[in-house]
């Protein structure tokens, strides 16, 4: 796979139907490995390494409504009082971040009221802070650590 713009992790993998799984320390189980997930593993790893934000918080690829239209969310990490933190949708290396990417995010940040917002590709990475008071949003260079 592709070398991403985030630290070196060390990952487990294994080799099921002639298809390469890696595993989801979050969802605890091997899930077939492609570009996308290879990204949405390296957020995962970023998450729980480099901003200490606990796997029990992180939830992966569950299911939302968004204008009666069921659709799913790569990333969600809660804040300990059930509230979001942060909402991340991955896409592939191969797919360049566009406005369509931000509307999608936003779209189901209307639903979810997320305080950060990322998106990324694994090569690049935007971050957002979200002020529902003024109704718009500040780019970050970084989302802050976890802390209780």
């Known amino acids: 796979m592709q070398k991403l713009n985030f630290p070196e992790y060390t990952f487990r993998f294994k080799n099921r139907e002639n298809k390469i799984h890696i595993f989801d320390e979050v969802r605890k189980k091997f899930v077939q490995l492609q ?6 593993q390296h957020v995962v790893k970023f998450l729980t390494d ?7 918080l992180i939830n992966i690829e569950k299911e939302l409504l968004v204008n009666s239209l069921k659709k799913r969310y790569d990333i969600l ?3 300990p ?9 991955c896409k592939a290396p191969s797919v ?3 406005q369509n990417t931000f509307d999608q995010i936003a779209r189901y940040n209307l639903s979810l009221q997320s305080e950060y917002l990322m998106v990324t590709n694994g090569l690049d990475h935007y ?6 008071q ?3 949003y500040a780019f970050l260079k970084d989302i802050p650590s976890y802390i209780l």
Do not use: A, H, N
């Open 50 to 56: 480099e901003k200490k934000f606990p796997k029990s």
């Open 77 to 79: 990490v809660y804040k």
């Open 96 to 98: 360049k971040i566009t």
């Open 81 to 89: 009082d059930g509230k979001i933190k942060l909402v991340v949708e």
């Open 134 to 136: 003024q109704e718009k």
């Open 35 to 40: 570009p996308e997930e290879w990204v949405r």
């Open 127 to 132: 971050f957002c802070q979200m002020d529902y």
